[in-house]
């Protein structure tokens, strides 16, 4: 019990001290070998090589490196054009092929920060040309951003299957549906409150001559996902072929991608990747230490004695992934929580791909809520606009996406109908 208690209290005193986060799970780490394992500190070494040595990890970086590419090229200007032309007849036509832009880019690269800056150095000045509100705009191009997280294949998918032993491929199947919801979401709300401003119209002509310089972008994300499910590609192997095609298109195609590009594509994930890692790697050597003393186990049977209902249980687990996506970055959330939310989650009778998503739409909406909210960072970084501004830009918006995450939660089937 003491040892639990000065583990707690070293938690909250390493965290009120901003200490950076690969620290504090190092330290983390070490305590537990020493107090709960075999006394010897150099255990946690062989701990974060197992961890690592995981094929699926491979597919993070690639499908980083697609992102970088598509954003530096040409693909996401032309989707863009192709989704315009969709939506021309529409009132807020622009800001819904905006959030449809962000679900298709979403669906190559993975990750939402690449998603919000490669779309939104597009399409934020073309919103306030067309008479949008600086605060919807940035709302709008924050939130799009997060589809990168639950439409596959998603990158915090890939870290929930890791930590969990799940299934990707499972997962990604799994997120179809809810993606497809939210994007429905945000684009009815975009259209009830843009219904008065001007159209553009629709027009075949235009929408043929954008579909013909944006076929081969349309295609990326076919290719990719047509590959994972059809079982050609495992998405390690699908990150690869993207990354082959997106060079192959943006160099040799569209001619927008020099090799000096593809260096500074390159240098710029290796600094994400060496961010990410560290954590990786202590957190889930954290995790084996946990589940080889049966915390999880523990934890299971106390919770089980508090909250005897799965309706309970389903709401408790979302306030808390919510509250802990306001103070937590996703990566971390993922790899700390999950394996325990996990054990938890079975005992009341939650699938392990549902609960998956759940926790990946909590912390989508994460990204968007203060202090830490990541989207909202990037965005007052990439378009220099004021924090406040984008804050209050996000918050109908998160309204929004509680209401699809409300659905996901009771609504099982919506996760699981292609899975099982």
Sequence with gaps: MMASLILFG????????????????????????IVWGDGEVVYIVEDMWIALDK??????????????????????????????ELTGGLPGGMAVATILTCGVFAAISGSSAV????????????????????SFSLGALATGGTLGVIIPPSIPMILYGIATETSIVDLFTAGIIPGILLVSLLSGYTLVVNRKLARIGFSAVRLLIALKAGIWAMLLPVILL????????????????????????????????????LR?????TTTMMGSLF??????????????????????????????????TFLIMINILLLLVGMVMDMVSAILILAPILLVLGRSYGIDPVHLGIIMTVNLEIGLLTPPVGMNLIVAMTAFREDFGLIVRGVLPFIVVMLVGLAAITFLPQLSLFLVR
């Design 226 to 261: 047509g590959g994972i499910y059809s079982g050609y590609f495992s998405p390690t192997e699908s990150a690869a072929v993207a990354l082959g095609y997106a060079v192959i298109i943006e160099m040799f195609v569209h001619r927008e991608l020099k090799l000096t590009d």
């Design 264 to 268: 500074d594509v390159a240098i710029d």
């Design 278 to 311: 560290p954590i990786l790697a202590i957190a889930l050597s954290v995790n084996l230490l946990l589940t080889t003393h049966q915390v999880p186990a523990a934890l299971t049977e106390w919770m089980s004695g508090m909250i005897t209902s799965k309706f």
């Design 10 to 33: 070293l938690i909250i005193g390493l965290l009120a001290l901003r200490v950076n986060l690969v620290a504090v799970l190092l330290i983390l780490g070490a305590y537990m070998h």
């Design 115 to 134: 998603t919000l800056i490669a779309v939104g150095s597009i399409a934020y000045p073309s919103l306030i040309k067309e008479g949008y509100s600086k």
């Design 55 to 84: 094929e699926v990890l491979l597919s993070i970086p690639l499908f980083l490196l697609v992102g970088s590419i598509m954003g530096r090229g040409e693909i996401a200007k032309r989707l863009i054009d192709v989704m315009r």
